[in-house]
Nanobody, 130 residues
Framework: QVQLVESGGGSVQAGGSLRLSCVAS????????MGWFRQAPGKEREGVAA????????YYADSVKGRFTISQDSATNTLYLQMNSLKPEDTAMYYC???????????????????????RGKGTQVTVSS
């Protein structure tokens, strides 16, 4: 089992930055793909970014490319999401997810699928005001 705990959310003005963190504990050696998802009120949960730990391949939603950066620190089992140039439409609950599936080709197609991840955090709220 892997436990995921997110932090770093908060309220910022448009144009500002936040860095989200997700600390993994438990059988962390099994986390081959890790990702960030978000869900705004009244909207479906969507994939924001993911990283395949085997070769550090990264994936991003078009809406965040060039503004968000996903990274990980294997020494501390921490996943990060650096969010710059935030927009009001980025307001959402942000969730961390992880899974032990080691197939890179699989994650290239399914990184944005919430149901594909076996481990999920409880979320951290991000609010961007205009």
């Amino acid at each position: 089992q892997v436990q995921l705990v997110e932090s770093g959310g908060g309220s910022v003005q448009a144009g500002g930055s936040l860095r989200l963190s997700c600390v993994a504990s438990g059988y962390t050696y099994s986390t081959k793909c890790m990702g960030w998802f978000r869900q705004a009120p009244g909207k479906e949960r969507e994939g924001v970014a993911a990283i395949y730990t085997g070769d550090s391949s990264t994936y991003y939603a078009d809406s965040v490319k060039g503004r968000f950066t996903i990274s990980q620190d294997s020494a501390t089992n921490t996943l990060y999401l650096q969010m710059n140039s935030l927009k009001p439409e980025d307001t959402a609950m942000y969730y961390c997810a992880a899974d032990p599936d080691s197939r890179n080709w699989y994650w290239s197609k399914n990184w944005g699928n919430w149901g594909a991840f076996g481990y999920r955090g409880k979320g951290t709220q991000v609010t961007v005001s205009s």
